[in-house]
């Protein structure tokens, strides 16, 4: 049997895509079967997230995370390497190292389709090469930042991680929920604003989703009102966040987008939150429509699960924030902090650590905060700490099983009761806007797409169990999905609609015909006619990937009642931390505990980048 039918029967066994398999055909023949082996595996890594694939797990072992191994030993055993990986790859003309204009890069032992490798190497130059230091007057910077923070007995991070960033072309701050990433870049804004000699700024927020945009407007609006500015201070300062895709002037049916290095960005100082969610791809644009002169600063936790595509630029980065910062680093944010700061060990990337900060205090969850206490448990893989969280009875989170056809009745009715006020709200034809917060309080998440603990499967067992209690009235859904009360999330971009993967709207008629309502950035709502919008589903259950961006009073995570690869440590804590005052957990122990000490992997050669 060729390996061309192979990767075929592969598949149609829903091991591959038709994608991986067409990609391995193109890149090499029959007559070179282990060529087209790993170009498929290459690909198909490609698609569950990761940047490359090292010679190593080129075995039966790995293929397909040990599904289907004796198929999985006939591709390999047909792929028939007389030598070994490296010399195999290396005589199609379709591989080459760094030089060379080939499908695929073999860069030492890690194979990489060339479009990951080159977005790699421009991303590692970036925040390697590119980070400047920036010369100010310390003597002006001690007294704003003197200004701006209050003096604490105990080093304040947040100072130290403003320090960093005024000081550095390309700055990444890292922290927690409650750790003070917005109330931090206000008050770095405002001293960049008093440090700039009246010269104005152009300074730009954006994050990766509207939703994500939204909460950047509202709370960075906010700390911005408590500072001690004066009028024009404060009319330098940006009132609004756009997405990442607005930014960069994506055009509708196009991968093209209108900034890029032949026409960079106008602005001086870019601020990105939520930069967990970035993924390799994007930064890479980011970056590279960038001018030469402006700062980038980047806020998000490291800890969250990594980009739904490929990469986990943050993760790896940060990789380093713990290392410390160099001698000279450490004695230049000491002498503009006040604070005594230890310097690190080694030289092992510091240009990059020296750009880095963590945040370290939460200041939203305390001792008394059940909440803040399982997030620290489940990022520790403390499966024991996380029993005792549960047994000591706090009020903010409860956990049912879900094991039984009953365990899984109540899940459903209890999610019916957390989205009644919104819809109860709708029957009493209030503003758009009234409904939309009422309905953004509660948000059931999942980990899966499909089955009855995935996305689809949950969002028609919810629909039909409001049916039930008359909170919305569905028409024959074959004849049409929409109904009065319909949440949907945006899952394809329209730059010309100003909507965006990952937007939340509802379906409300307001008199004038059924028009879906959402919340922009700005603040303002907007509606569009239900026939104009791009790709969409329907939303009262979501996965956790998509809520990245988000908070909500009351989130509810329900876990699959089979442990699946994708339930992680980080899908379990970036679920935990959307919750603001209430998390409802809905789960078997077993999977929640497996997941605990499962930490998802994300295969890239960054961190090697900048050794």
Same mark, same amino acid.
């Given at each position: 049997?060729?390996?061309?039918?192979?990767?075929?029967?592969?598949?149609?066994?829903?091991?591959?895509?038709?994608?991986?398999?067409?990609? $391995?055909?193109?890149?090499?023949?029959?007559?070179?079967?282990?060529?087209?082996?790993?170009? =498929?595996?290459?690909?198909?890594?490609?698609?569950?997230?990761?940047?490359?694939?090292?010679?190593?797990?080129?075995?039966?072992?790995?293929?397909?995370?040990?599904?289907?191994?004796?198929?999985?030993?006939?591709?390999?055993?047909? #792929?028939?390497?007389?030598?070994?990986?490296?010399?195999?790859?290396?005589?199609?003309?379709?591989?080459?190292?760094?030089?060379?204009?080939?499908?695929?890069?073999?860069? *030492?032992?890690?194979?990489?389709?060339?479009?990951?490798?080159?977005?790699?190497?421009?991303?590692?130059?970036?925040?390697?090469?590119?980070?400047?230091?920036?010369?100010?007057?310390?003597?002006?910077?001690?007294?704003?930042?003197?200004?701006?923070?209050?003096?604490?007995?105990?080093?304040?991070?947040?100072?130290?991680?403003?320090?960093?960033?005024?000081?550095?072309?390309?700055?990444?701050?890292?922290? *927690?929920?409650?750790?003070?990433?917005?109330?931090?870049?206000?008050?770095?804004?405002?001293?960049?604003?008093?440090?700039?000699?009246?010269?104005?700024?152009?300074?730009?927020?954006?994050?990766?989703?509207?939703? $994500?945009?939204?909460?950047?407007?509202?709370?960075?609006?906010?700390?911005?009102?408590?500072?001690?500015?004066?009028?024009?201070?404060?009319?330098?300062?940006?009132?609004?966040?756009?997405?990442?895709?607005?930014?960069?002037?994506?055009?509708?049916?196009?991968?093209?987008?209108?900034?890029? =290095?032949?026409?960079?960005?106008?602005?001086?100082?870019?601020?990105?939150?939520?930069?967990?969610?970035?993924?390799?791809?994007?930064?890479?644009?980011?970056?590279?429509?960038?001018? =030469?002169?402006?700062?980038? @600063?980047?806020?998000?936790?490291?800890?969250?699960?990594?980009?739904?595509?490929?990469?986990?630029?943050?993760?790896? @980065?940060?990789?380093?924030?713990?290392?410390?910062?160099?001698?000279?680093?450490?004695?230049?944010?000491?002498?503009?902090?006040?604070?005594?700061?230890? $310097?690190?060990?080694?030289?092992?990337?510091?240009?990059?650590?020296?750009?880095?900060?963590?945040?370290?205090?939460?200041?939203?969850?305390?001792?008394?905060?059940?909440? *803040?206490?399982?997030?620290?448990?489940?990022?520790?893989?403390?499966?024991?700490?996380?029993?005792?969280?549960?047994?000591?009875?706090?009020?903010?989170?409860?956990?049912?099983?879900?094991?039984?056809?009953?365990?899984?009745?109540?899940?459903?009715?209890?999610?019916?009761?957390?989205?009644?006020?919104?819809?109860?709200?709708?029957?009493?034809?209030?503003?758009?806007?009234?409904?939309?917060? #009422?309905?953004? !309080?509660?948000?059931?998440?999942?980990?899966?797409?499909?089955?009855?603990?995935?996305?689809?499967?949950?969002?028609?067992?919810?629909?039909?169990?409001?049916?039930?209690?008359?909170?919305?009235?569905?028409?024959?859904?074959?004849?049409?999905?929409?109904?009065?009360?319909?949440?949907?999330?945006?899952? !394809?971009?329209?730059?010309?609609?100003?909507?965006?993967?990952?937007?939340?709207?509802?379906?409300?008629?307001?008199?004038?015909?059924?028009?879906?309502?959402?919340?922009?950035?700005?603040?303002?709502?907007?509606?569009?006619?239900?026939?104009?919008?791009?790709?969409?589903?329907?939303?009262?259950?979501?996965?956790?990937?998509?809520?990245?961006?988000?908070?909500?009073?009351?989130?509810?995570?329900?876990?699959?009642?089979?442990?699946?690869?994708?339930?992680?440590?980080?899908?379990?804590?970036?679920?935990?931390?959307?919750?603001?005052?209430?998390?409802?957990?809905?789960?078997?122990?077993?999977?929640?505990?497996?997941?605990?000490?499962?930490?998802?992997?994300?295969?890239?050669?960054?961190?090697?980048?900048?050794?």
């Amino acid at each position: 049997m060729k390996m061309s039918e192979l990767l075929q029967q592969a598949v149609e066994q829903k091991l591959l895509r038709a994608l991986d398999a067409q990609f $391995a055909m193109i890149i090499a023949g029959d007559e070179q079967p282990a060529v087209m082996l790993a170009a =498929a595996l290459v690909s198909h890594d490609a698609g569950e997230g990761h940047v490359c694939i090292p010679l190593s797990r080129l075995t039966p072992e790995f293929c397909f995370a040990g599904r289907q191994p004796d198929f999985a030993e006939q591709l390999f055993s047909l #792929a028939a390497l007389k030598s070994g990986w490296r010399e195999a790859l290396l005589a199609s003309e379709a591989v080459s190292e760094h030089e060379g204009a080939t499908p695929l890069k073999l860069i *030492g032992e890690r194979l990489y389709l060339n479009r990951m490798w080159q977005n790699e190497v421009s991303v590692a130059r970036f925040f390697g090469e590119e980070n400047r230091a920036i010369t100010l007057d310390g003597t002006q910077v001690i007294h704003v930042l003197n200004q701006l923070f209050e003096p604490m007995a105990d080093i304040d991070w947040q100072k130290v991680a403003a320090a960093v960033a005024l000081t550095r072309r390309i700055s990444v701050i890292s922290g *927690g929920p409650g750790t003070g990433k917005t109330t931090t870049v206000a008050k770095l804004l405002a001293a960049l604003v008093q440090l700039s000699d009246d010269k104005p700024l152009r300074i730009q927020l954006a994050a990766p989703t509207g939703k $994500a945009a939204a909460r950047l407007t509202e709370s960075l609006g906010s700390a911005l009102r408590r500072l001690p500015l004066d009028d024009a201070q404060k009319a330098a300062l940006p009132n609004d966040a756009c997405t990442l895709h607005r930014l960069l002037g994506a055009q509708p049916n196009s991968q093209r987008l209108r900034y890029h =290095a032949g026409n960079p960005l106008h602005l001086d100082v870019l601020v990105v939150d939520e930069a967990s969610m970035v993924d390799l791809p994007m930064m890479a644009k980011l970056i590279n429509a960038m001018p =030469a002169h402006a700062r980038v @600063i980047f806020l998000g936790d490291r800890d969250q699960l990594a980009s739904v595509e490929a990469g986990a630029v943050l993760g790896d @980065i940060c990789h380093f924030v713990t290392r410390g910062y160099s001698p000279e680093r450490a004695a230049e944010l000491s002498h503009l902090t006040g604070y005594s700061l230890p $310097a690190g060990e080694g030289s092992q990337a510091s240009v990059l650590r020296d750009g880095l900060c963590l945040l370290q205090k939460s200041y939203r969850f305390d001792s008394k905060s059940g909440i *803040g206490q399982l997030a620290f448990a489940v990022n520790a893989s403390d499966v024991k700490q996380a029993r005792e969280v549960f047994s000591k009875g706090f009020g903010d989170i409860s956990k049912q099983p879900l094991r039984e056809t009953e365990d899984y009745a109540r899940m459903i009715a209890d999610t019916v009761e957390g989205y009644r006020p919104y819809l109860e709200l709708m029957r009493s034809h209030v503003d758009p806007a009234v409904i939309l917060d #009422a309905f953004g !309080r509660y948000q059931l998440l999942c980990a899966l797409r499909e089955g009855p603990f995935g996305v689809s499967g949950l969002n028609n067992r919810i629909e039909l169990a409001l049916i039930q209690k008359r909170l919305i009235e569905r028409p024959n859904p074959t004849v049409s999905r929409w109904y009065n009360g319909r949440p949907i999330m945006i899952s !394809r971009n329209d730059s010309s609609l100003g909507l965006f993967n990952g937007d939340i709207g509802i379906a409300l008629d307001m008199g004038e015909g059924l028009r879906v309502w959402f919340p922009m950035p700005d603040g303002n709502i907007k509606s569009v006619q239900p026939s104009r919008l791009p790709g969409h589903e329907t939303a009262f259950a979501m996965t956790v990937h998509k809520s990245q961006g988000s908070e909500f009073e009351h989130a509810a995570l329900v876990l699959p009642n089979q442990y699946t690869a994708v339930v992680t440590r980080e899908l379990v804590y970036t679920a935990i931390t959307r919750a603001r005052n209430q998390l409802s957990l809905y789960a078997d122990d077993r999977v929640l505990e497996k997941a605990i000490v499962t930490k998802t992997e994300r295969r890239s050669g960054l961190m090697e980048s900048f050794s």
